[in-house]
């Protein structure tokens, strides 16, 4: 397990309710801090309102990392991107859990309930919190993507107007 100082931000939508529950049964079971900002059941709701909450706390560094499920994970991942200094990964094998780590420090992980099952779901949130950031090249390439973000924001690049 890495170091990772504070707690994980859950949060998922009705389609991901059970999973959402398994998972955190996993993470206490491992000793791992938890703050839940629902959905807490089966009524239908809107993943925006949930995706927010994490990815507000993980970008003003509340909390170290976030977990988001929907049905697909798509618009949880979408929703989190939104965010300055979030990095959401859309994960649904093993392999992209641990890459979304190792080169692009990840402090997210979106899932899809209806796309993977209980047990994968639960290899992919172990792998992603196993495996650390390689930093080096790939830290460069991860501060790459705020300044890039932050200079769309501020309006187009002055080299490319003249
Ligand atoms: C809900 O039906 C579904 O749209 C939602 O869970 C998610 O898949 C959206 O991306």
Avoid at 54 to 80: E, F, H, N, Y
Avoid at 110 to 139: C, K, M, Y
Wanted: glycine share 12%.
């Amino acid at each position: 397990m890495e170091d990772i100082t504070g707690p994980i931000a859950i949060g998922c939508d009705h389609a991901a309710y059970a999973l959402k529950e398994a998972i955190k049964k996993f993470l206490l079971q491992k000793g791992i801090e938890i703050v839940d900002v629902g959905t807490n059941g089966e009524d239908s709701v809107d993943y925006p309102d949930f995706g927010e909450k994490v990815a507000t706390m993980v970008s003003l560094k509340k909390v170290p990392r976030g977990i988001l499920i929907c049905g697909t994970g798509i618009g949880m991942s979408m929703v989190a991107n939104r965010f300055p200094g979030v990095r959401a990964a859309l994960c649904s094998g093993m392999y992209s859990a641990a890459m979304s780590r190792r080169h692009n420090d990840a402090n997210i992980l979106a899932l899809g309930s209806r796309v993977i099952g209980e047990g994968l779901a639960l290899e992919i949130v172990r792998v992603w919190l196993d495996t650390p950031f390689e930093g080096g090249r790939h830290q460069i390439r991860v501060n790459k993507i705020e300044q890039a973000t932050s200079q769309k924001a501020e309006g187009p690049n002055p080299g490319t107007s003249r």
